[in-house]
């Protein structure tokens, strides 16, 4: 390689590594929290948080000295780039007080747990979570949290430029969607930041109030919030499961980390209606009361207790729903038409522009139309039908956004689950241990991995597999497919 390449080379992804270090540094500062709890209980743990703030302190400085001089002015190459790798690097830095603190953790199960974190799954491999020290649970809570926050800004200011995502749908209007609520993107996502912060704190409030721990109720709200279930109990939410009011509570806020945080902003400037105008909202609720009252009926046909089942069936379907992965009762058991309904929740998802994963709901409703204008034309060959979305109509570019989505996000999961089967994996484990991950819902089904098991006894090479899995569904696949592509680096 000549010189003149490699400067055109370095010209071309300094930016990058710039952009990354700025949020290594913003990763590293998060670290400091648990260090101070850990440094004020005298917890041995400390020290490991100590060395990992020094690395990835390290790490972000070195590249910020690097990259000092370099302008941060991004291509559509670039952003690709950059949004898949910010993912796996903070995933992989994340990792580090796992590998060095009590648990001392394996590489590979430190980095499935982080990676489950940041990408809000929920998933773990973690056997004896009570036993954490403090600073460890505050950390799990702490890596959803920022993975929710990372998750919102990434839906509205990165993934609508490279044309990916769910957020397109707010462009079918006369002018840019966001522009309305906000003049730039920095305004959108510090206000974005101030909306997600005041709920986690209102949250830790009514926790609290519940009847939670201080820490427990740090450590729910932030996992709420940003729809990531990660738990301070080997029974996840479980061990609340005689308290309803904290369960009602919790379904409450997870349901709010389902919603478009823009429309939150909109609903606070002025517009408070913003958000049951919204189709996908709506159509969000609808369901969840039509599921919920379905299955509470059958499991009172069934001879169980009426207000019991309504209070566990609305937190388990929005849990799944939402993709947060809370269980406060193990679902599976509530009979088959229960568990099959279940098995279909996990694909749903909440809101575009929200913390959650899955599809979306939003791609259901624009699937359904474009079913219903395909069936109209069966019969008048000759009409016109428009399909319209929020009142707008729908664009080829959002119909062929949706169906190339929903193509490869069905082909990840069942390909996804034939690797895992190879691997020894049961037909149950693997299938739905694919879906969860690509869905980022958390648990799956079956025994080794159902609402009561975790994913600690499968194998290495399975664990590595989920990560891909969950990385892929959180950057909405086609993200991470355009740089396999050849054409993709020819640009």
């Known amino acids: 390689m000549v010189p003149g390449r490699v400067v055109r080379w370095l010209e071309d992804w300094m930016p990058v590594l710039k952009v990354l270090a700025v949020l290594w540094l913003v990763l590293a500062l998060l670290m400091v929290v648990p260090l101070v709890v850990l440094?004020?209980?005298?917890?041995?743990?400390?020290?490991?948080?100590?060395?990992?703030?020094?690395?990835?302190?390290?790490?972000?400085?070195f590249s910020l000295w690097a990259c000092w001089r370099m302008?941060?002015?991004?291509?559509?190459?670039?952003?690709?780039?950059?949004?898949?790798?910010?993912?796996?690097?903070?995933?992989?830095?994340?990792s580090l007080p796992l590998v060095l603190g009590a648990p001392q953790l394996s590489l590979t199960n430190a980095v499935f747990e982080s990676v489950s974190a940041i990408t809000t799954t929920g998933s773990t491999i973690l056997v004896g979570i009570e036993n954490l020290s403090d600073g460890l649970k505050l950390w799990r809570g702490l890596m959803q949290w920022l993975g929710g926050i990372g998750i919102i800004v990434m839906g509205i200011a990165i993934l609508p430029?490279?044309?990916?995502?769910?957020?397109?749908?707010?462009?079918?209007?006369?002018?840019?969607?966001?522009?309305?609520?906000?003049?730039?993107?920095?305004?959108?996502?510090?206000?974005?930041?101030?909306?997600?912060?005041?709920?986690?704190?209102?949250a830790t409030l009514a926790y609290w109030l519940g009847g939670m721990l201080p820490l427990d109720a740090i450590v729910h709200a932030m996992s709420s919030v940003s729809t990531g279930g990660f738990a301070n109990s080997d029974a996840s939410f479980g061990a609340y499961s005689d308290q309803p009011q904290l369960l009602w509570?919790?379904?409450?806020?997870?349901?709010?980390?389902?919603?478009?945080?823009?429309?939150?902003?909109?609903?606070?400037?002025?517009?408070?209606l913003a958000l049951w105008r919204d189709e996908q909202v709506r159509g969000l609720i609808v369901m969840l009361v039509l599921v919920v009252g379905a299955i509470t009926l059958y499991r009172i046909w069934r001879g169980e207790v009426p207000f019991t089942s309504l209070t566990h069936t609305a937190f388990n379907v929005v849990s799944v729903v939402t993709t947060t992965g809370y269980a406060s009762d193990d679902y599976?058991?509530?009979?088959?038409?229960a568990t099959m309904a279940?098995?279909?929740?996990?694909?749903?998802?909440?809101?575009?522009?929200?913390?959650?994963?899955?599809?979306?709901?939003?791609?259901?409703?624009?699937?359904?139309k474009m079913?219903?204008?395909q069936l109209r034309f069966l019969i008048h060959t000759q009409g016109v039908f428009v399909s319209r979305y929020n009142g707008m109509p729908l664009t080829d570019e959002v119909t062929r956004g949706v169906v190339a989505f929903s193509l490869f996000f069905f082909l990840t999961i069942a390909g996804l689950a034939l690797a895992l089967a190879l691997l020894g994996l049961d037909l149950v484990t693997a299938l739905t241990g694919a879906m969860t991950a690509v869905t980022n819902v958390g648990p799956g089904m079956g025994d080794i991995i159902g609402p009561s098991g975790n994913f600690a006894s499968l194998p290495d090479s399975a664990k590595w597999l989920l990560c891909v899995g969950m990385l892929m569904g959180r950057l909405e696949i086609l993200t991470v497919l355009v740089l396999l592509t050849p054409m993709f680096w020819r640009k």
Do not use: H, N
Not at 43 to 51: E, G, H, I, K, Q
Not at 71 to 94: D, H, R, Y
Not at 342 to 368: D, E
């Open 39 to 61: 440094l004020f209980e005298q917890d041995p743990d400390a020290r490991a948080f100590a060395l990992s703030i020094l690395i990835v302190l390290s790490a972000s400085l």
């Open 71 to 94: 302008p941060v002015e991004l291509k559509t190459q670039q952003m690709f780039v950059l949004t898949s790798l910010s993912w796996v690097t903070i995933s992989g830095f994340a």
């Open 161 to 202: 430029f490279l044309k990916v995502g769910g957020m397109r749908l707010f462009q079918t209007e006369s002018s840019d969607w966001s522009d309305k609520v906000m003049p730039r993107t920095g305004g959108i996502a510090k206000a974005t930041l101030s909306v997600y912060t005041v709920g986690t704190l209102g």
């Open 249 to 272: 509570m919790a379904t409450f806020f997870m349901l709010c980390g389902a919603l478009p945080f823009v429309l939150f902003i909109r609903s606070l400037r002025g517009s408070p």
């Open 332 to 337: 599976t058991l509530w009979g088959p038409f």
């Open 342 to 368: 279940f098995f279909y929740l996990t694909f749903v998802g909440g809101c575009s522009g929200s913390t959650s994963g899955g599809m979306k709901i939003f791609r259901f409703q624009v699937a359904i």
């Open 371 to 373: 079913l219903i204008s």
